[in-house]
């Protein structure tokens, strides 16, 4: 069975720090890596996705990826009380098929 | 670019009646869009992938007479929850997938959602 594997959280951080949320994958044959962010009450909102070993940067956030150790990690740099939020990592098999989610990060970032 | 969305944003309807949602993506086109269900303080569900033209592929333990589906064009998918009862109340979002570059990479981008309560 495939599968996605977050730390539940929550995760605490001051304001201004880096936050490092992390995600394990346990099939292999994975193509496509993502992370969403979710508000409360809110649908997924797509802030990253990887498809190569290796980092991607955008803006504040760095996406990770590692095929051989089977993780993916996101860090969000200068962190803010507005990325309070969930944040879901999600694996894709083939290419425009279904998410694999893992059951998400809370992240609560302290003023 | 990339955006999803779902129509009604809420809805509360009496228990018995069926509701329809609509989800468009508005500035691409989606071969491919599907359906979650989230309660609260829980995981998103995939119910199904809907495929343009063709008959919706439904996850295990979801009733495909009860939730139907249908991509009638490449914009376009609905769901409409048939008979609808009290524990059928959920956030049901629906998310479409949109190529990515040259490479055959795809990402996927979520509608708004809707809130269906059911009395």
């Known amino acids: 069975q495939k599968e996605v594997e977050q730390n539940s959280g929550p995760l605490s951080v001051p304001e201004g720090a880096i936050a490092s949320l992390n995600c394990t994958y346990s099939d292999r044959g994975s193509q496509s890596f993502f992370w969403y962010r979710q508000y409360s009450g809110k649908s997924p909102e797509l802030i990253m996705s990887?498809?190569?070993?290796g980092d991607k940067e955008d803006g504040r956030f760095t996406a990770q990826l590692n095929k051989a150790s089977q993780y993916v990690s996101l860090l969000i740099r200068d962190s803010q009380p507005s990325d309070s939020a969930t944040y879901l990592c999600a694996v894709s098999y083939n290419q425009g098929g279904k998410l694999i989610f893992g059951q998400g990060t809370e992240l609560s970032v302290k003023p | 670019g990339a955006v999803v969305s779902q129509h009604p944003s809420w809805v509360i309807c009496k228990s018995g009646t069926s509701v329809k949602i609509e989800c468009r993506s508005l500035?691409?086109?989606?071969?491919?869009m599907f359906w979650y269900r989230q309660f609260p303080k829980q995981s998103l569900m995939l119910m199904a992938t809907s495929n343009e033209g063709s008959k919706a592929t439904y996850e295990q333990g979801v009733e495909k007479d009860k939730f139907l589906i249908n991509h009638a064009s490449l914009t376009l998918s609905t769901l409409t929850v048939t008979s609808a009862h009290p524990e059928d109340s959920s956030f049901y979002i629906c998310?479409?997938?949109?190529?990515?570059?040259?490479?055959?990479?795809?990402?996927?981008?979520f509608g708004p959602g809707t809130r269906l309560t059911v009395t």
């Open positions: 500035d691409f086109q989606a071969t491919t």
């Open positions: 990887i498809y190569s070993n």
């Open positions: 998310s479409a997938s949109r190529g990515v570059g040259t490479g055959g990479s795809y990402e996927q981008y």
